[in-house]
C-alpha cells in the first residue's frame, strides 16, 4: 500500500482551483488500496522562531516540555514526509511566490540530518524514493516565467531535500479568457498520467 500525503496552502476552501486539482490527482493516485494523508497548511501551521528551531536541534530526550512542543509540528511534518511514496503540493501562486504557508512548511521541513546534509561536495537531499506531483494555479502570471518564483523555488527545494522525480500539473491564467481551457487542460493531464 503506498502513502500520498496532499499539502494544499489555498486560502480559499469553497472555490480553490489547486485544492479541487489535488483532489482529483489523489483520488486518480489512491485507487483502491492506497492511503491519503491530507495535510492543510492553513490550519495549524506557525512560522519558525529562535526558539523553535533550538529544540528541534535537541535529541528528543533532552528536551523540555515546552521544546518538545515547540518541535512537535516540525518533527510531524518532517514524519509524514519521510513516509510519504507521493506527494502533491497545492501551489496557489501568491505575489509570484508561494503562499507564506508553504514557504512556512519548508522552513518547517528543511532540517539538518534529517532531511538534508552538508558534505564536502555540498548540500545532499536525505529523501529517498518519492515521486512530487506540484500543481501550479495562478491567475495569469505564466509557468516557468521571468516572473514566476514559485515553481522553480519549489523544484529547487524538494530536489535540495532528495525529491528530484517532480511533475508539474499546471493551470496558469485561471483569470484569463482562457482559464477554464488551462483548468480542462489540467484535468486531462491528470487522467493521463502514467502512475
Ligand atoms: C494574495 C493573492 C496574491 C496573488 N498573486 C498572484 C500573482 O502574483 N500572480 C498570479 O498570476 N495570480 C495571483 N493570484 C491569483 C491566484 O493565483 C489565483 O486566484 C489562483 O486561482 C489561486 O489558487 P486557488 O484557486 O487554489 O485559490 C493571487 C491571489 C491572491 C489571493
Redesign the pocket.
Known amino acids: 500500500m503506498a502513502k500520498i500525503l496532499v499539502i494544499d496552502s489555498?486560502?480559499?476552501f469553497n472555490?480553490?482551483?489547486?485544492?479541487e486539482l489535488t483532489g482529483i490527482l489523489a483520488d486518480r493516485i489512491k485507487g483502491d488500496a492506497n492511503e491519503v494523508i491530507h495535510r492543510d497548511l492553513t490550519r495549524g501551521i506557525h512560522f519558525i522562531s529562535e526558539q523553535s528551531l533550538n529544540s528541534v536541534e535537541k535529541l528528543l530526550e533532552e528536551r523540555t516540555v515546552e521544546e518538545n512542543e515547540l518541535a512537535a509540528l516540525s518533527d510531524s511534518l518532517i514524519e509524514e514526509l519521510e513516509l510519504a511514496d507521493y506527494l502533491i503540493i497545492?501551489a496557489?501562486?501568491?505575489?509570484?511566490g508561494p503562499p507564506a504557508s508553504l514557504k512556512a512548511w519548508a522552513d518547517l521541513v528543511a532540517r539538518v540530518k534529517r532531511t538534508f546534509e552538508y558534505t564536502d561536495n555540498g548540500p545532499v537531499g536525505l529523501l529517498r524514493n518519492k515521486k512530487a506531483f506540484v500543481v501550479v494555479?495562478?491567475?495569469?502570471?505564466g509557468v516557468n516565467s521571468n516572473i514566476d518564483f514559485m515553481t522553480p523555488w519549489l523544484r529547487h527545494f524538494l530536489a535540495f531535500i532528495g525529491i528530484t522525480n517532480v511533475e508539474i500539473i499546471s493551470a496558469?491564467?485561471?483569470?484569463g479568457n482562457d482559464g477554464e481551457e488551462k483548468i480542462k487542460f489540467a484535468k486531462e493531464k491528470i487522467g493521463s498520467l502514467i502512475i
Not at 92 to 96: A, G, I, R
Not at 172 to 175: E, F, L, M
Request: glycine share 18%; proline share 4%; no cysteine.
Open positions: 489555498s486560502v480559499r472555490s480553490s482551483t489547486s485544492r497545492g496557489p501562486m501568491y505575489n509570484f494555479v495562478t491567475g495569469g502570471t496558469d491564467g485561471v483569470y
